[in-house]
């Protein structure tokens, strides 16, 4: 597989680096590594963690803050679904945390859509995505996130 980086003007405008996190939660490897060289090339994320299985992922989640969970919802044992609503559980004060999911998946069929908004979630990316439209994603929910903080 041969995978292209884009790397535009001003990326770093918007990163300050102040211990941001990204979670990647996939169960392909090589959709890990692809995410995980985009999100390295934003240049945003101190710390870009890769999650194989729903159970990994919510014990990284229960220990550690991300600005950014990219979420694959066809994951053997515990599913992306799964893991959205442990999130909310665990973030019940806190309404927006889910919006810093992005769901990155195969099986995006209205169905899965409608059942994720439903959850919360407002950020979808179909497999395989474009690198542009993950971009802006990212630097969309990143943004509105430092807003928030300031």
Known sequence: MVIFILKLKGDRDVADKD??????????????????LFLSNMGFFEDIVICQDGNEAL??????????????????GIDGFEVINKLKEEHKTDETFVQRVI???????????????????KHFLAKPFDQKEFRGK???IYTILKARMS
């Open 19 to 36: 211990n941001d996190r990204a979670i990647i939660i996939d169960d392909e490897e090589s959709v890990c590594e692809t995410l995980e």
């Open 138 to 140: 990212v630097q969309k």
């Open 59 to 76: 014990k990284k989640l229960a220990n550690q803050d991300y600005s950014i969970i990219l979420l694959d919802l066809n994951m053997p």
């Open 103 to 121: 769901i990155v998946s195969g099986g995006l069929g209205i169905d899965n859509i409608e059942k994720a908004k439903s959850l919360g979630v």
